[in-house]
Structures are given as structure tokens and as C-alpha cells.
């Protein structure tokens, strides 16, 4: 078992809808969970941090985390044709030289 | 201001044959990172470099794979008798204290072909 699991897709939607992205993962010990965002040909771009559980909010993103469910959401509301990209999920903890976890992505695919 | 910059964009080498691939991170981040993203396999660590401290090798796939940080500032990651498998996107960042709780700036990558 992979310390973290990533559908990888691909998902499709209309444009407006709202968006629902995943990850699991195994490891309690991590503390701080991200939310890379990587179009075409490009690097991954940090889009969402949330650190221990809890909620956050930033404009049509919200980022949520259970670590009693070991288990992290990335919710994208009235989507847009900019949102088609590819979403990757990453973790980590303070100690292990902090270094991140990541899932595979999910490929987003929002259709005008 | 700048990002973090790599050369080149797209290499295509011959199966066993050396390659050097550049990362210039952002100016005044201690901390360098490279990844390796491959489909259906995800952002794979190979190396991390902070400070002046010995980097952390613990992702490098072989002893074919080695990479060096001058001055604390230009790495370059060298691949000695490329084969097929080593194929894939290699993905430099940059933070500025280091610790994945730092936010990551990822450069566009450098797409290596192995023929």
C-alpha cells in the first residue's frame, strides 16, 4: 500500500459544477497537507496548505482535512475551463527531513 | 521576479550516454529539491539540498544518478549511461528555509527522451 493514494482520473465535468478531489494516506504522523496544481508542460504550483485538520477557504477552493479518517479534499466550486489541469496532493511531517509525499494526480478536465 | 529557471527544456540522448540537467533556483532560497514525475508514477524525491548541510540522497534510483549544488545556488543532476527507464520529466524547487511545510517552487522541467 502506497502512503498515498491518488485517483488518478481522469475526471470530467461541466463548467459551474462543483469539483470533489481526494487523497488518503496512511502515515498519522503527517501534520501539513497540500495542494499542488500542474498544467500542461508546466511545474506543479502550490495552490492549497492546511496544516493539522480543519478547514480552509480561498475563494472558489476549499481544502479540507480528517485526520481521524486519514483522508484530505480539495473542493473547486463553480468550476472553470482555467481549473483543467492536474491536481496533486502532497503531505508531510516535521520530522523524516520534512520532506513531501505526494500522490499521482488527478487529471481535471473542465468542459465549456 | 525571476522563477526558478531550467536547461534544458527537452533532451533526447541515446541509451547509455551521459547527461547534465541545470536548475537555477530562485535567488536567496537555501533550500533545492529534485524530482522526477513519470506517468502513472507520480512526483518521485531524488535529492535535497539545504544549506551548507549534506544533502539528502535518499531518493537517487542508482549510483548512475548524482548531483551537485555549487555555491549554494546551481545544481546540476547527472545521469551517467542513461537507459530507457530514466525516461521521464525531472522537476527542480526551490524553497527558502527548506521543509516540505515551505511552500515548493517548481520550475517547468526538463523532459529527457532515453533512444
Known amino acids: 500500500q502506497k502512503e498515498v493514494e491518488q485517483d488518478p482520473g481522469p475526471l470530467s465535468v461541466p463548467e459551474g459544477a462543483i469539483v470533489s478531489l481526494n487523497c488518503t494516506y496512511s502515515?498519522?504522523?503527517?501534520?501539513?497537507f497540500m495542494w499542488y496544481r500542474q498544467y500542461s508542460r508546466k511545474g506543479p504550483e502550490l495552490l492549497m496548505y492546511t496544516y493539522s485538520s480543519g478547514n480552509k477557504e480561498d475563494g472558489r477552493f476549499t481544502a479540507q482535512v480528517d485526520k481521524s479518517s486519514k483522508y484530505i479534499s480539495l473542493f473547486i466550486r463553480d468550476s472553470q475551463p482555467s481549473d483543467s489541469a492536474t491536481y496533486l496532493c502532497a503531505m508531510g511531517d516535521a520530522g523524516n527531513n520534512r520532506k513531501l509525499i505526494w500522490g499521482l494526480g488527478t487529471s481535471l478536465a473542465v468542459n465549456p | 521576479g525571476a522563477g526558478v529557471s531550467q536547461s534544458p527544456s527537452n533532451k533526447v540522448t541515446e541509451k547509455g550516454k551521459d547527461v547534465e540537467l541545470r536548475c537555477d533556483p530562485i535567488s536567496g532560497h537555501t533550500a533545492l529539491y529534485w524530482y522526477r514525475q513519470s506517468l502513472g508514477q507520480g512526483l518521485e524525491f531524488l535529492i535535497y539540498f539545504q544549506g551548507n548541510s549534506a544533502p539528502d540522497k535518499s531518493g537517487l534510483p542508482s549510483d548512475r544518478f548524482s548531483a551537485e549544488r555549487t555555491g549554494g545556488s546551481v545544481s546540476t543532476l547527472t545521469i551517467q549511461r542513461t537507459q530507457q527507464e530514466d525516461s521521464a520529466v525531472y522537476l527542480c524547487a526551490s524553497s527558502t528555509l527548506g521543509g516540505g511545510a515551505e511552500t515548493q517552487y517548481f520550475g517547468p522541467g526538463t523532459r529527457l527522451l532515453v533512444l
Open positions: 502515515n498519522s504522523a503527517f501534520q501539513y
